[in-house]
Structures are given as C-alpha cells and as structure tokens.
C-alpha cells in the first residue's frame, strides 16, 4: 500500500473507535499525524509509524492536482 497521505483523506483504521467508526480524517501531517473520527469529531495524535501500521486503506484520497 501507498504510504502517501494527504490532508483531507478519509482513511480506514484496523481497530473499531469507541463510538463505532472505523473511518478518520487526517488533519495534520508530520512526525505525528492527527486524525479526526468522522462520526464523533474526536481528535487523537498518533506517530506517524503506529499510524502507517494501523491503516487498513485508504477510502477517500485528497491528491493535489
């Protein structure tokens, strides 16, 4: 899998939120990439190795043209 992320992506993680969403969008790229559950809003911080570990796929990319 493309190891290539772009703000706005929806991303599908392995584990299941709390709230019952598997899908995230990515907010902030870098070191630690920030996501934000698209059922609940909430925000969580993760590295950015555990975050290329736990993404199952990519739903929808936000490529630049």
Not at 6 to 31: F, N, T
Request: charged letters at 35%.
């Amino acid at each position: 899998m493309a190891k290539i992320f772009y703000l706005g992506d929806i991303v599908e993680m392995k584990k299941e939120h709390p709230c019952g969403s598997k899908e995230w969008e990515i907010i902030r790229i870098g070191a630690d990439i920030k996501i934000k559950c698209c059922i609940c809003s909430r925000i969580v911080m993760i590295p950015r190795s555990k975050f290329e570990k736990d993404v199952k796929k990519i739903t929808k990319q936000n490529a630049p043209d």
